[in-house]
T-cell receptor, first 116, second 116 residues
Framework: NAGVTQTPKFRVLKTGQSMTLLCAQD?????MYWYRQDPGMGLRLIHY???????AKGEVPDGYNVSRLKKQNFLLGLESAAPSQTSVYFC???????????????FGDGTRLSIL | AQKVTQAQTEISVVEKEDVTLDCVYE???????LFWYKQPPSGELVFLIR??????QNEISGRYSWNFQKSTSSFNFTITASQVVDSAVYFC?????????????FGPGTSLSVIP
């Protein structure tokens, strides 16, 4: 059981380059999330999706786009990378939250992204 | 305003000491969920516990215990007889009914070092 898989695990980009981070889950989860983790900031939600074909903005969506064309995949795109986007990116998924809202999130291992 | 506050940025204890990690949250919802996650040095995020706002019973799981107090909006986590393997960053998180539990807000984390 793979759970949540993120690719790539590491990447170095130059300012202005574009790239896509892929998140895949095999647990048939409805909800998927992209977070970034920076020192002293905890995890901040970038975008999330409550089902196939849906996306919504989180706390820090600027500079990122996402797509959820298939239920099992959630893609995070950087159209023009900036040094401020240097971070560790985590994808997570969970069963549909409502009505109980108590479903824990399952996280991928993270993608370490450096923008030079 | 930060919804989840973890005032302790870093804590160091000697092995076998007890340690309490503080979490204070802010919400206007009467229905919400609180979570604790562990991030060991290897980087993955591991779910530890969830608690809903209507269940104020404290919980104990082995060396771990959680103290939920609505009166002080706190959900503190205690590790008894700490071990080196407990060294990690610990995150407290909140999801609220008003956002349909779609968003999970994380605190900035507390880095715990257990010294042998």
């Amino acid at each position: 059981n793979a759970g949540v898989t993120q690719t790539p695990k590491f990447r170095v980009l130059k300012t202005g380059q574009s790239m896509t981070l892929l998140c895949a889950q095999d647990m048939n989860h409805e909800y998927m999330y992209w977070y970034r983790q920076d020192p002293g900031m905890g995890l901040r939600l970038i975008h999330y999706s409550v089902g196939e074909g849906t996306t919504a903005k989180g706390e820090v969506p600027d500079g990122y786009n996402v797509s959820r064309l298939k239920k099992q995949n959630f893609l995070l795109g950087l159209e023009s990378a900036a040094p401020s986007q240097t971070s560790v990116y985590f994808c997570a998924s969970s069963y549909r939250g409502p009505p109980t809202g108590d479903q824990p999130q399952h996280f991928g291992d993270g993608t370490r992204l450096s923008i030079l | 305003a930060q919804k989840v506050t973890q005032a302790q940025t870093e804590i160091s204890v000697v092995e076998k000491e007890d340690v309490t990690l503080d979490c204070v949250y802010e919400t206007r919802d009467t229905t919400y969920y609180l979570f604790w996650y562990k991030q060991p040095p290897s980087g993955e995020l591991v779910f530890l516990i969830r608690r809903n706002s209507f269940d104020e019973q404290n919980e104990i799981s082995g060396r771990y215990s959680w103290n939920f107090q609505k009166s002080t909006s706190s959900f503190n986590f205690t590790i008894t007889a700490s071990q080196v393997v407990d060294s990690a960053v610990y995150f407290c998180a909140l999801s609220e009914e008003k956002t349909s539990y779609d968003k999970v807000i994380f605190g900035p984390g507390t880095s715990l070092s257990v010294i042998p």
